[in-house]
């Protein structure tokens, strides 16, 4: 099954999120912060990444950044996940290098078939 | 009567008569020098007079006479008395032999003989010779000869005279105007001017007095201006028009010659404690508008007005006709100077008129209290000096120099006599006077409070926008839990078999999204309000996009059982325009549509149109529902505005959607409009430029 790190700092939407991952049958890995997602992205064999944009540290564009320049991690497929829901956010995330944009709160359908196309067109 | 002895005799007298003709001064020394000349013992004649015929009554009025009869000087014969009325009518001269046997014999006269010569000026007979002899038939050809030649001389000699004192009044009249037109042009204060010609009028008519009035269209009525001795003051007598002399004139606009005025049943009892005897009154015009009235008048009961009195007061009637308009006209350009005057003076705008140096020509009291200086602290000054410090003359200057050629506004800061500061809202005029460039104007209106409470006004609003902002964000963390929560729930309850709960849950999860939509559509006017809101502009295909939106909508719309319908009849090709905003509009358009419609259609159209500037893409949601009153659709696009609250409460929505619609078309240059009736459901037009200009940014 396809391996998911969640990377959010709200415990609250990390445990939702994760749970209802998990209930579909994936396996989630969780990151509290920027700098915890980039590590953990490039030492795990991740198949896709879920990834909050408003994060402390090391906010989402820049991990994305950060994981876009590094070769292990250039194709992995990043969603950024934003609470505003600004027009803009989805061409600054796009721009940072993510593969695709969804607002929260999370819609769950819409998120899992957006999960589906970027796992189906990887594989 | 001569006899051949008396011949040298008569040819002396003869010469003598012409000689002193000749050296006559004047009328009467002309009929005397005919009577003496012609009183010789040689010629015997023993009766001479000269008689004028007065134009108004013909009586025939001695001027001269000498011989044995004394006669009174000025004596009067009527009409139909004595010989010599015939030597008038016909212009012959007549011999009456026996002055005894003729029927119109005039007996206080000699009783002999008597011959009647014309005396004629110009062709016209305007007097007569007469001469008489104490015996009968004492008349020769010889005498007529020598009585005709004395006629003729005086006949020349009178016409001589009269073409003399006519020049010599001519003269005289035009002097007098000349005179009268230089104190009008150099006095235009109206009552001195209409004192001045009534006085020359008076001198130049050898009259007693005069008055001249003013006609007051306001009150129909004369007001009289200027009085000569007329016997009392009657300055601010008014007069009615139909009353009196002048009232008279001014109704009839003729003149008229009163020769007796306490005989005169029109006259006014504003008068009757005057003594004149004659009246002369004209109508004072200009064109055929009445502006007054000129009357003269004349104590002296000899005097009375004649034709040619009537003559001369029409020469003086234009004049002061034109004296009244010219001072009528200046008295009121000197009101509405003065109603300028007063209203720069009390204005509360501080107003200061500059020559071309920029130097202060005149300052209201309004800039005076303004800048804290006193009058004599500004006049002469530079007015840029005066206000600005050194730092912020530049652009002071500019707005002073601009002003000298066109009106320029703006905003500025200027300085005190105390130092202090000013903000000002500066308008600057150049003036012209008659196409002169005299410098300008400048107005100052003190905006300081004005600017404060715009800055607090700012303020405030941006604050309430960030808070506004900043609580939105807040809202959403706790929003995302019990959205997700909710749904997680449902989900698991539905995998446990516990339907019972399940619609609780999807009230929770119901509640939350709406809950959701309310602040999302808050952010977004807070942010357009904050003027935070940008455009991100991008080119797509438009159907593209609106399918899309179409697949979005379509759940929303079929919910009521209602039908969709996609009118694209030629593709709108693509459109430069922030994507995000238009896909928010139409399923905002959308959503209103599909709540107010059940077992409708919902109709999308687009069309590509070129009228007015530049293409334009419209789009139109119409809907088969519920429709709106005109009432209802005024408030439409307001934010909170749902037509009515029973109507918020039963069909749910923000209100904030159609406002956001409206704010997103004008930030991108195009507009949204609403036709509806009731009952017959509504169309929504939405009008984008084609290409949006990222430059030419419009405000919401």
Redesign the interface.
């Known amino acids: 099954m396809a391996k998911i790190l969640l990377v959010e700092d ?1 415990e ?2 990390r445990d ?2 994760s ?2 991952l998990e ?1 579909r049958g994936y396996e989630v890995a969780l990151a509290v912060d920027g700098k915890d997602g980039i590590e953990k992205a490039q030492s795990g064999n991740f198949d896709l990444v879920l990834m909050d944009m408003s994060l402390p540290e090391i906010d989402g564009w820049e991990a994305t950044r950060q994981l876009r320049a590094q070769p292990a991690t250039e194709k992995l497929p990043i969603i950024a996940l934003t ?6 956010d ?2 600054k995330a796009l721009e940072a290098g993510c593969d695709d944009y969804d607002t ?3 819609e ?1 359908k819409r998120l899992l078939s957006k999960i589906e196309a970027l796992l189906n067109a990887d594989a | 009567m001569i006899g051949n002895g008396h011949v040298a005799r008569r040819q002396a007298a003869l010469l003598r008569l012409t000689t002193a003709i000749a050296a006559a001064k004047g009328e009467q020394e002309i009929y005397q020098s005919v009577v003496d000349g012609l009183h010789d013992e040689a010629l015997g004649y023993n009766f001479l007079g000269v008689f004028l015929v007065e134009a108004e009554t013909g009586d025939r009025v001695l001027q001269a006479s000498i011989g044995w009869q004394e006669a009174p000087t000025e004596m009067h014969v009527h009409p139909g008395e004595g010989l010599s009325e015939q030597a008038i009518r016909d212009g012959e001269l007549h011999y009456t032999a026996d002055v005894t046997k003729a029927p119109r014999y005039y007996a206080s006269l000699a009783s002999g003989s008597e011959v009647d010569v014309p005396i004629r000026v110009d062709g016209k007979t305007i007097g007569v010779l007469v001469v008489e002899s104490s015996e009968p038939n004492a008349f020769g050809e010889e005498d007529f000869e020598i009585l005709k030649a004395a006629a003729t001389q005086a006949s020349i000699a009178l016409g001589r005279a009269r073409l003399l004192a006519e020049e010599r009044r001519r003269a005289d009249e035009f002097e007098a105007l000349i005179e009268t037109m230089a104190i009008m042009s150099s006095e235009l204060e109206l009552t001195k001017v209409l004192q001045a010609v009534i006085a020359r009028a008076v001198a130049l008519l050898g009259v007693s007095g005069g008055e001249v009035a003013i006609f007051e269209e306001s009150t129909n009525e004369l007001v009289v201006l200027a009085s000569e001795n007329i016997g009392k003051d009657s300055t601010g007598t008014h007069i009615a028009v139909g009353e009196g002399a002048m009232g008279t004139v001014a109704e009839t606009l003729e003149p008229i010659i009163i020769p007796s005025y306490h005989e005169w049943l029109g006259q006014s009892p504003k008068y009757s404690d005057i003594t004149v005897h004659s009246v002369m009154a004209a109508p004072l015009l200009i064109g055929k508008r009445l502006v007054g009235a000129i009357a003269i008048v004349h104590s002296n009961p000899e005097r009375i007005f004649n034709e040619e009195d009537l003559r001369l007061l029409k020469l003086f009637a234009p004049q002061a006709a034109i004296a009244i308009e010219n001072a009528g006209l200046y008295t009121a350009a000197q009101r509405q100077k003065q109603y300028f005057q007063e209203v720069v003076v009390n204005s509360p705008v501080a107003i200061v008129t500059l020559d071309h140096e920029h130097n202060i020509v005149d300052a209201n009291p309004a800039f005076h209290s303004l800048f804290g200086y006193a009058e004599e602290e500004t006049v002469g000054r530079n007015l840029d000096e005066l206000i600005t410090t050194e730092k912020s003359r530049t652009e002071a200057v500019q707005y002073t120099t601009q002003a000298l050629d066109r009106p320029v506004r703006g905003i500025g800061r200027r300085r005190r006599k105390d130092g202090s500061w000013v903000d000002v809202e500066i308008l600057g005029v150049p003036v012209f006077v008659e196409g002169q460039r005299h410098g300008l104007m400048g107005m100052y209106h003190d905006i300081t409070e004005l600017l404060e409470t715009r800055r607090e006004a700012e303020a405030a609003n941006s604050a309430k926008s960030q808070f506004l902002a900043n609580m939105s ?1 807040e809202l ?2 706790p ?3 019990i ?3 909710s ?2 729930l449902q ?2 309850v539905e995998e446990l078999g516990h339907d019972e709960i399940s619609g609780d849950l999807e009230k929770v999860h119901t509640a ?1 999204r709406h809950l ?1 939509a309310l602040i ?1 559509d808050i ?2 006017l807070s ?1 357009i309000e904050a003027g935070k ?2 455009l ?1 502009l991008e080119t797509f295909s438009v159907r593209s996009m609106l399918e899309n939106v179409i697949d979005t909508a379509r759940p929303l719309v079929e919910k009521n059982r209602n039908a969709f319908v996609l009118e694209i009849l030629d593709d709108p090709g693509e459109m430069h325009a ?1 994507i ?2 238009v896909r928010q509009m139409l399923l905002n358009l959308l959503s209103n549509a599909s709540k107010f419609t059940e077992d409708g259609t919902i109709t999308v159209a687009v069309e590509n149109d070129g009228r007015g500037q530049g293409q334009s893409i419209v789009f139109r949601v119409t809907d088969t529902g519920l429709g709106m009153t005109p009432e209802q659709m005024d408030k439409l696009f307001e934010a909170f505005s749902q037509a009515e609250t029973s109507t918020s409460a039963k069909y749910g929505g923000t209100g904030l959607g159609l406002a956001i619609t409206r704010r997103f078309c004008h930030m991108m240059g195009g507009d949204v409009q609403v036709e509806s009736k009731p009952g017959e459901g509504s169309t929504f037009t939405v009008r984008l430029p084609q290409h949006i200009d990222g430059n030419a940014q419009a405000q919401p």
């Open positions: 709200n609250m939407n939702m999120l749970r209802r209930r609470a505003h829901a600004m027009a803009g989805r061409e929260k709160p999370i769950f | 964000h959403r963390t929003l995302n839990a959205i997700g929560y749904e997680m989900e698991e939350g959701l999302n952010l977004d942010k809101m940008e991100h922030d995000t905003k």
